[in-house]
């Protein structure tokens, strides 16, 4: 089984990245929106937005809320995605 490694890194207050050497498994929650250029498997729910960049990859259900309001929450992808 691998190794779970997790290294989140904040961004300024509203922001969180996740790095490329970085690979979370089971659900990621986010006061603000979340940078992805790394991997991550499960459900992920941000108050703002949710970007996928170039070498980031995605197993599972993210949810970005409307201007911050959680119950507002949608999901926009629902299976495995990935970038690059």
């Not at 498994?25 to 996928?52: D, P």
Request: hydrophobic fraction near 40%; proline fraction near 2%.
């Amino acid at each position: 089984m691998p190794l779970l490694v997790v290294a989140v890194t904040p961004i300024a207050a509203t922001i969180t990245a996740i790095q490329e050497s970085c690979a979370i498994v089971g659900k990621t929650t986010a006061e603000g929106g979340i940078y992805i250029n790394g991997s991550v498997t499960g459900k992920i729910i941000a108050q703002k937005t949710v970007v996928l960049q170039k070498q980031g990859h995605v197993d599972g259900k993210i949810y970005a809320a409307a201007h911050g309001d959680r119950r507002q929450a949608k999901r926009i992808i629902s299976q495995s995605r990935s970038r690059g």
